[in-house]
């Protein structure tokens, strides 16, 4: 279980992180039909306040929404246990820090290598995430570059290992609807 936060502890919410974002965790997700018991009315509340105010305190926290400051933390203890809740880290947008180029690799992979591989892809530091997938391909990275140029260097470092047979990539233009979660958050406090 995570340690309790208290408004002195460094990454605490009370002690004012420079930006932060809660990222919700893939280990949350619960089978289609069933009951959503992972989070409440409350909990969307407390999760959609934290992810519109990254900087905001406990004690805040438990003014806004009307309940004890114990209600919060506990909360917010829960909720972390149970992985709903995966960190208070910083958002980085890879962007402003020199990586303006974002792609998608859809990899095919020789049979039995994917422990190999998966390895291999988390040694790339411009590989952000990595799926396993069905349909076209076993895997699927989103991969960043500082330019197009500099894109083919991290294809050719993606792909350069020999559990990777082929691979497709696709150059993102415009992120129209980039990656959020609080209207699933919404959706499922309300169920």
């Given at each position: 279980?995570?340690?309790?936060?208290?408004?002195?502890?460094?990454g605490?919410?009370?002690?004012?992180?420079?930006?932060?974002?809660?990222?919700?965790?893939?280990?949350?997700?619960?089978?289609?039909?069933?009951?959503?018991?992972?989070?409440?009315?409350?909990?969307?509340?407390?999760?959609?306040?934290?992810?519109?105010?990254?900087?905001?305190?406990?004690?805040?926290?438990?003014?806004?929404?009307?309940?004890?400051?114990?209600?919060?933390?506990?909360?917010?203890d829960?909720?972390?246990?149970?992985?709903?809740?995966?960190?208070?880290?910083?958002?980085?947008?890879?962007?402003?820090?020199?990586?303006?180029?974002?792609?998608?690799?859809?990899?095919?992979?020789?049979?039995?290598?994917?422990?190999?591989?998966?390895?291999?892809?988390?040694?790339?530091?411009?590989v952000?995430?990595?799926?396993?997938?069905?349909?076209?391909?076993?895997?699927?990275?989103?991969?960043?570059?500082?330019?197009?140029?500099?894109?083919?260097?991290?294809?050719?470092?993606?792909?350069?290992?020999?559990?990777?047979?082929?691979?497709?990539?696709?150059?993102?233009?415009?992120?129209?609807?980039?990656?959020r979660?609080?209207?699933?958050?919404?959706?499922?406090?309300?169920?």
């Amino acid at each position: 279980m995570p340690p309790a936060h208290s408004p002195s502890s460094p990454g605490s919410p009370d002690s004012a992180p420079a930006s932060t974002s809660v990222s919700a965790s893939p280990q949350a997700t619960s089978t289609a039909g069933s009951t959503n018991d992972t989070i409440d009315a409350l909990d969307g509340r407390l999760i959609r306040l934290l992810a519109e105010e990254p900087r905001i305190g406990v004690l805040e926290c438990s003014r806004r929404l009307q309940v004890a400051r114990g209600t919060v933390q506990a909360r917010l203890d829960r909720l972390q246990a149970k992985g709903v809740i995966g960190g208070f880290g910083p958002e980085v947008d890879p962007a402003a820090i020199g990586y303006p180029v974002t792609a998608f690799a859809t990899l095919e992979i020789s049979q039995g290598q994917g422990s190999d591989v998966r390895a291999h892809l988390a040694s790339v530091p411009e590989v952000l995430e990595l799926h396993t997938i069905t349909g076209i391909g076993d895997m699927m990275v989103r991969i960043v570059a500082r330019s197009n140029a500099d894109l083919q260097r991290v294809i050719d470092r993606v792909v350069g290992f020999d559990g990777i047979v082929r691979s497709s990539t696709a150059i993102v233009l415009e992120n129209p609807v980039p990656y959020r979660i609080l209207p699933l958050v919404d959706q499922a406090a309300a169920e």
